[in-house]
């Protein structure tokens, strides 16, 4: 298939680039048939004899002698020319090569490109099926290349690119085929492979040599791939099919983690065909009003009063039933839905806490996560006092929860966005810590009110003694730079018992309450705190919801 385009590509060229040199060769036949016919019809030598006789002062020899400088002179011509027409065919040789290496090859990496790619494929899996042999499809993508794009430039991402492929091209052999398929994605097609083991083994020395520092415009970066593998002829033989094989197999590597490598399989086909349902659904859930926030307590872990809630978002689809926040988030953040979810959200949040507030009962935290999409926002600041003022909620009874690695993205762009939301008088929570960076520098720099405690520490304590001791450790660390500690997932009396004996003001968990629907949580609020209302006033009917009590916390 790529021996034939790629004769096809020259025919057309040739056709097009020939048609002077056709009119040059097609003027010297016309000349050489009249020089003929007058080399047949008219003695030259007896003419020039004649001539001599007839004109005295002509001398022959002089006659031969300006015939000769003629000559020359034709000779010196017809040489020029042909060195010209040397020059022009080199020219147009190279415009030809480059013509096919536009079509063929990468402009920036000088790798194949999405076409030459597929040609080859063809080649190899053509060749493999005659061999009897096993061939595979690495679908690659480096890992939050935008934010690099967005936050140094297109220039610095460009030679990102290119670095990272140079070291990738050194690891393969000379009959694999490396290609720039598109943006930051690559595909290696690795013919003739022996074993599942091989691939493997290749697939972590890829991951190994990305992961290795870059120094680039004098800037130390680091960057991780998701590899998505499809194999001929167990996954499929159809080249398109197993390229998205591979990308399916990828997006698979990017949800556990990234920086890691997957094979196709068909539960990952049937997730992905889930996934790409689950996308579409989400773009009108909003409009549809498929959203819903459920409040999970958050209470004091000393007099055990109730002092702030998290609003958690559910989501309900007349086809899809409860998808869980777990799987639609990252769909919405890889969409860019998340920033429209997220203000809703916000929005939903300050109504609803407002309203408990003027049905009498004593004002509460509510605390609300924020995704990196909302912080990166140019205008997240400007949405936040918008809905403070919307509902008339007091600044202090906002709380914005943010994880480690949302804030790590763009670490001067987050202190900065930070630094503003608390002038606005709401108070900021690192949530999920310890799970990432944990650095004492960043917390310094961050400046958070609060450290949420990541329920996973807090599940094995207190029989875990490495669970313990870290937790203990964040506890203190907390203590040390006077923030304030909120241990999630408590859900025993065992757990609880080893938090009160800490520095820890607050807790979460099962233990206490599940996520509540709004009028469930008003009925939790006229359980624990005494109500203010006079007897002649009626209560705020909360904001609608669709949940029931006992929805998982997420």
Sequence with gaps: ??????????????????????????????????????????????????????????????????????????????????????????????????????????????????????????????????????????????????????????????????QVSTRMNGILRSEDTLSRFAGDEFVILLDSVKSITDISILAKRLLAQAALPYTINGKDMTISLSIGIALFPTDSTDPDELINQADTAMYHAKSEGKNTYRFFSKALDEEAKRTILIRSHLRKALEKKEFSLVYQPIIDSKNKQLKGAEALIRWNNPILGEVSPVVFIPIAEETGLIAEIGRWVLDKACQQNKQWQLSGYQPIVMSVNMSARQLQNDTVVQDVEYYLQTHKLAPKYLELELTETTVMQDIDSAIKRLKQLKQLGITLALDDFGTGYSSMSYLRKLKPNRLKIDRSFIKNTPDNVEDTITTEAIIALANNLKLKITAEGVETAEQLKFIEATLCDSVQGFYFSKPLTPHDFFEYLASTQAALINSDSTPIKPVGNNLTTGQQEA
């Design 1 to 162: 298939m790529f021996n034939s385009s790629l004769l096809t590509a020259m025919k057309s060229a040739a056709q097009k680039l020939n048609t002077p040199f056709r009119r040059e060769v097609g003027v010297i036949l016309v000349i050489s048939i009249i020089a003929f016919w007058f080399a047949q019809h008219y003695d030259f030598f007896e003419e020039l004899v004649e001539v001599s006789r007839d004109y005295e002062h002509y001398e022959l020899d002089e006659l031969f002698i300006l015939l000769k400088i003629a000559g020359i002179g034709l000779i010196v011509i017809i040489y020029r020319h042909s060195l010209y027409l040397k020059q022009e065919i080199m020219r147009r040789e190279e415009a030809e090569t480059k013509i096919l290496k536009m079509a063929f090859y990468d402009s920036l990496t000088g790798l194949a490109n999405r076409n030459l790619c597929h040609d080859r494929l063809e080649h190899i899996l053509a060749h493999s099926e005659r061999q009897q042999t096993q061939s595979a499809v690495l679908f690659i993508d480096l890992d939050n290349f935008k934010e690099i794009n967005d936050n140094q430039g297109h220039t610095y991402g460009d030679e990102v690119l290119k």
